[in-house]
């Protein structure tokens, strides 16, 4: 590892202004987990890290007036497994965290970089997609608020500017919408996935009225599937109805071919999955 | 025999405690004054000659010490080519490179960031030449990967390669055996099948470590070694030696597998360090594992003839995939290959067993050496055969096994072999018998049992030192090497049984080869058998001083005076030694020209497994719900360390058999780290494994056992496909059983096979 700059700025204006609209060496660092692997890969040679630790105000959990509940960029994802008012509000993003990575990265690993690293293979950016979920950005330009549906430009990459922070996450009230996330490994039980699919449902019990589908890992970008949720939009909740929908997101889903499995393969992961995944959100159990 | 106390016990690692508080000592700790990091600078194409190399920007960076190719190594070694069976790897590359990865200079530096960043600034320019990965293609490629064959000499059977060129093939062994084509023409059914293993790697958490150390009187080499005397033996040989001007030492290993066998850095870092006079440590990364050495990828095809529900005759094609460099792939050729054909009584046998070159990171002992290659493809083909003549798979084996008395494939009378035990076991903790639930919807349950056998490698010597110091207390000195197998442990018991003393209060010193002395290695489950007959000898040598001193003393026989009662009278303080000394090696016939010998091997070991998987018929997940691991392992020294080897290699071999595939592009590994290349977590690991040894005794070995290292890894794999093929009816014959493989076998079974 060469030397290079580390920074601790103790306010957001003061992490903004560190950061270079136009330098790839100078990037923030929050929890480090993804990051750190990248640069002992050599894959990444910082010139300057500015790290987001000793920011104030990015740690906080609060509910708003309009029932939404917005979570601070840096909240560790420990944290959040742990919320009693994360669970009230998703449980489905309680459930996620078990099976999210390990302890010891959860631990470290905050939300805002999970979102921001924009790894394909994460998990938490298909269960706050499905979740309507968006996230408020802030730069020298001024503050802005980005569907975390559209923050994926691509492989790796978001739409953010290099001097633009995410500060906190929003997640609307989910009213009687029902969601769930499922991974399948292919090389060993714990592993990046090979696919991710969360799925959020709104439905009285016999038809569904309206569905988020999403996928990840298995896609260059954590992608919602809008043939699938227009296959379930008005229809008869039911296995029949899970399978046709299955069928709909393996026609859509534009899936890649990597070590974890080839396309047409994962074409199948993503069909059966996206049937599993709306079976296991609309379980009568309560277990969701 | 009298009650044993100390043999048969459960005693604790005598390394336990020092391991756990991470007191015990690894070459990867070290640090010695002035002493200087090596990188290596790797090739990045698979076979080329090297035009150009400009080491000029790196020599310039600041903090690099010396950038050395193999011109500088030329100028202390003159003849810079080492190997086991072939003098065919060089220190670093000499005007060619064969592999990508293959070392071809490296950077010294006092700081190892600095090596790190200045080995990117070498530049290579290559020419490249035709390549070749494949072992089948290996046979008959055009693509040569070495112009001339330089056998070692060390083996004598591969003195008439020497000089031959325009092949690939290092080795080829061949059996013949009664009359093959009759019986094929006269049985009632003739069955063929091809089945392949994938390249997978050792992965020690402690990756390959070593330290070259310039003395005044010589060279002392650290390292993270399996084979200390083989180490001194080639270092002093490649510098023109005498063997005592090089010192190896070998503290505790963070495990080998196989790995870490004959030279790996050893002769790079003693040629670095003669060059600069100072101490030079080489560390790999856990990546650059990936380009040290892997086990064999192989190819095997088997032919067997059935009458009257009898295999008559089997004939058995293997190619091995070793890799650029020999290593000891022509070894596992020959002494797994005679085992091709299983622990079967079968009178008509013909096995054709070839170690190719390819343009691949070589290929050396991994686990097993080569058996667990061999039993995927032998039990698989016999579990198809049993399907298709309808006959149950535990009765179809039970008929046809070897049993103790009758003659295996080279003719060798099979001796201590509890091959039919072993099966019973299995098929008894598998209640075989008993009803079985065969799931239903999506998920669907199926068993399989495999059995595999395996001979040690043969002829090879152990010598051990037992010394009683004059207060009683016995130290060990041998050169077996503890990597985490419990050797350290055993040696102690079997002297403790000997000298009638707690096998706690025995000393094992580490190989260091200026004290303890020379041992073949410790590989292929041999030390509990060859070290463990010499320290069970050392140990009577010295029990029979005692009681010499005792009668020189006046003592009466039997008079049991303490020890150190008898040192005090004979030096009249407490002062002196008693040295008892054991050498071991079996006795050993050579195969003639048909593979043919009467003693083939020391001892045998077997190994049996039985599996209960679910599988997913949506996804080709397979889940294994049990898994039973049965061996041979004589009587077990130490119960518990045994039960943790068979469990150990079960699981390694489980990751070999369900996950684990080293992949490439034009030679290159895409996945070479271990987040892309997953070995079994705690999750991967059947909740349900039972480990067993049967009661069994090895008659030759020190107190009836014999090696337990690799008999865990025998019968996995095929137990699993065989489970596959029960659960539900597809048949997969390349490994990994990965869940995409199964998945498209369904499909292809549905006849609607999935696209590429």
């Not at chain 2, 008999?711 to 390349?734: H, K, Q, Y």
Request: contains cysteine.
């Amino acid at each position: 590892m060469t030397p290079f700059e580390l920074a601790e700025p103790a306010t957001l204006k003061e992490a903004i202004a560190l950061l270079d609209p136009d330098d790839p060496t100078v990037r923030p660092i929050a929890g480090g987990t993804a990051l750190m692997l990248m640069m002992k890969a050599g894959v990444f040679r910082p010139g300057r890290l500015v790290s987001l630790r000793n920011v104030k105000g990015l740690t906080a959990i609060e509910p708003m007036p309009d029932g939404a509940l917005r979570i601070g960029a840096m909240m560790p994802l420990a944290a959040l497994e742990r919320s009693a008012t994360v669970r009230a509000h998703a449980p489905v993003i309680t459930r996620t965290m078990r099976t999210l990575s390990n302890i010891r990265v959860r631990n470290v690993a905050t939300i805002g970089g999970s979102l921001a690293h924009a790894d394909p293979h994460m998990d938490m950016p298909p269960v706050l997609i499905a979740l309507g979920a968006q996230v408020v950005a802030a730069s020298p330009a001024g503050e802005r608020t980005i569907a975390v549906e559209t923050l994926f430009a691509g492989y790796y990459e978001t739409v953010l500017a290099r001097n633009e922070l995410i500060t906190s996450v929003i997640i609307p009230a989910q009213g009687a919408r029902r969601a769930a996330y499922l991974k399948c490994t292919t090389r060993a039980v714990h592993d990046w996935p090979a696919l991710g699919v969360a799925v959020a449902v709104e439905s009285d019990g016999t038809t569904v009225r309206d569905a988020r589908v999403v996928v990840s890992a298995a896609t260059e970008t954590p992608t919602r599937l809008d043939g699938a949720e227009q296959a379930l939009r008005g229809e008869t909740a039911g296995d029949a109805l899970w399978r046709q929908a299955g069928e709909a997101a393996a026609a859509e889903a534009e899936t890649i071919s990597d070590g974890q499995g080839s396309a047409a393969y994962k074409r199948q992961l993503v069909r059966v999955y996206v049937a599993r995944a709306l079976a296991a959100a609309l379980k009568p159990d309560g277990a969701n | 025999m009298a009650t044993l106390t100390q043999v048969g016990r459960s005693v604790p690692r005598l390394e336990g405690q020092a391991k756990v508080t991470g007191r015990a000592e690894y070459v990867h700790n070290q640090r010695l004054p002035g002493m200087l990091y090596g990188k290596i600078v790797r090739s990045t194409i698979a076979h080329g000659r090297i035009v150009k190399l400009d080491v000029g920007a790196a020599q310039a960076l600041e903090g690099v010490h010396r950038v050395v190719t193999i011109d500088d190594v030329l100028k202390v070694v003159p003849n810079p080519f080492y190997g086991p069976a072939f003098h065919d790897q060089p220190i670093l590359a000499s005007g060619k490179v064969h592999y990508v990865g293959e070392p071809v200079a490296v950077v010294l530096a006092r700081d190892p960031h600095v090596a790190e960043a200045a080995a990117q600034l070498v530049e290579a320019e290559y020419e490249e030449l035709p390549a070749v990965f494949d072992e089948v293609e290996a046979m008959t490629s055009k693509a040569i990967v070495h112009d001339e064959l330089k056998p070692a000499g060390t083996f004598p059977d591969l003195k008439h390669l020497k000089g031959k060129r325009d092949t690939n093939v290092a080795l080829d062994f061949h059996l013949r055996r009664g009359d093959v084509a009759a019986a094929m023409s006269e049985a009632d059914h003739v069955f063929e099948h091809t089945f392949r293993t994938q390249q997978v790697l050792h992965l020690p958490l402690e990756p390959y470590v070593s330290i070259g150390e310039p003395t005044d009187t010589g060279l002392t080499i650290h390292t993270a070694s399996q084979s200390p005397s083989f180490v001194r033996i080639e270092i002093a040989r490649l510098l023109g030696w005498p063997e005592n001007k090089v010192r190896v030492k070998v503290p505790y290993l963070g495990g080998g597998f196989g790995g870490k066998l004959y030279i790996k850095l050893e002769a790079l870092v003693a040629a670095l360090a003669l060059l600069v006079r100072r101490p030079v440590k080489i560390s790999l990364t856990m990546e650059e594992q990936f380009y040290t050495l892997t086990k064999h990828a192989s190819t095997f095809r088997i032919k067997s003839a059935i009458k009257d529900g009898r295999i008559t005759a089997r004939e058995c094609e293997v190619w091995w995939n070793g890799g650029a460099y020999a290593d000891i792939g022509p070894r596992i050729t020959q002494k797994s290959g005679f085992t091709a054909p299983g622990p079967y009584d079968i009178d008509n046998v013909s096995i054709d067993s070839y170690s190719l070159y390819t343009n691949l990171t070589p290929a050396g002992a991994l686990r097993g050496f080569g058996v667990p290659q061999l039993v995927w493809a032998y039990e698989s083909h016999t579990d198809m055969m049993a399907r298709a003549l309808k006959l149950d798979p535990v009765e179809f084996r039970r008929k046809n096994l070897l049993s103790d008395g009758r003659p295996q494939a080279t003719g060798t009378l099979m001796k201590d072999a509890a091959i039919a035990a072993v099966l019973d076991r299995v098929a008894l903790r598998m209640n075989w018998n008993g009803p079985f639930e065969r799931g239903s919807g999506t998920v669907k349950r199926g068993r399989g049992i495999a059995i595999g056998f395996k001979a040690s490698i043969s002829p090879t010597t152990s010598i051990a030192i037992v010394n009683v110091s004059a207060d009683g207390s016995v130290t060990l000195y041998c050169s077996t090497v503890d990597m985490g197998q419990g050797s350290d442990t055993a040696n102690a018991q079997i002297i403790a049984e000997v000298l009638n003393i707690p096998a706690e209060r025995v000393k094992v010193v580490h190989p260091d080869t200026d004290v303890t002395p020379y041992d073949m290695a410790t590989l292929g489950s041999r030390s509990l058998y060859h070290m463990g007959n010499a320290v069970r000898l050392a140990a009577e040598d010295a029990r029979d001083k005692l009681a010499a001193l005792a009668r020189e003393l006046g003592l009466p026989e039997g008079s049991n005076v303490p020890v150190a009662e008898l040192f005090q009278k004979k030096y009249k303080m407490q002062a002196g030694n008693i040295i008892g000394t054991g050498s071991y090696i079996p006795s050993y016939v050579p195969p003639d020209a048909s593979g043919q010998t009467p003693e083939a091997t020391p001892f045998w070991m077997v190994g049996g497994a039985g599996v209960e998987i679910e599988v997913d018929t949506e996804t080709g997940h397979v889940h294994i719900l049990k898994l039973i691991n049965v061996v041979d392992v004589g009587r077990p020294i130490n119960p518990r360390i045994v039960e943790t080897q068979i469990s150990g290699a079960a699981v390694m071999q489980l990751g070999f058999t369900m996950q684990e595939k080293m992949e490439f592009d034009a030679g290159q590994v895409t996945n070479a780290s271990l987040a892309d290349y997953k070995i079994p977590s705690i999750l991967d690991i059947p909740t349900d494994m039972q480990n067993e040894a049967v009661e069994a005794e090895q008659g030759s070995g020190p107190f009836g056992g014999k090696g337990v290292g690799e008999s865990g890894t025998f019968a996995v794999s095929p137990a699993i496909a065989n489970a596959i093929e029960d659960a539900v009816g597809v048949r997969l014959t390349a490994l990994p059983l990965s869940a995409e493989a199964v998945y498209r076998a369904l499909r292809e079974a549905q006849g609607a096979p999935l696209e590429e």
